[in-house]
């Protein structure tokens, strides 16, 4: 069982920055990749970034273009990400989320999701 809690979402104005925490806890933990998705109002949920335990890191390069770092703090359990340079369209609810195996971009790979934390940027 892991379990996955977010925080730090919030509303910002377009140029702003934002960083995003995600808690991680329970036993297995450490088998997991750790990733961040995100799902606005009528659309599906779309794949951002994810880490590894190690430090390796996958974005959607596509939607980031070099705004996003994701990183990893091994020993607080804690994944972070730091969006900069934020657009309306970032507005979501963004997820953490834990994978185990398959897919890394597909959200149906991933065993375990936090509660989800909104992000609003204003025009």
């Known amino acids: 069982q892991v379990h996955l809690v977010e925080s730090g979402g919030g509303l910002v104005q377009a140029g702003d920055s934002l960083r995003l925490s995600c808690a991680a806890s329970g036993r297995t933990v450490g088998t997991y990749v750790l990733g961040w998705f995100r799902q606005a109002p009528g659309k599906e949920r779309e794949f951002v970034a994810a880490v590894t335990w190690s430090g390796g890191t996958t974005y959607n390069r596509d939607l980031v273009k070099g705004r996003f770092t994701i990183s990893i703090d091994s020993a607080k359990n804690t994944v972070a990400l730091q969006m900069n340079s934020l657009k309306p369209e970032d507005t979501a609810v963004y997820y953490c989320?834990?994978?185990?195996?398959?897919?890394?971009?597909?959200?149906?790979?991933?065993?375990?999701w936090g509660q989800g934390t909104q992000v609003t940027v204003s025009s």
């Open positions: 989320a834990a994978r185990n195996r398959g897919s890394i971009f597909a959200p149906v790979n991933y065993d375990y």
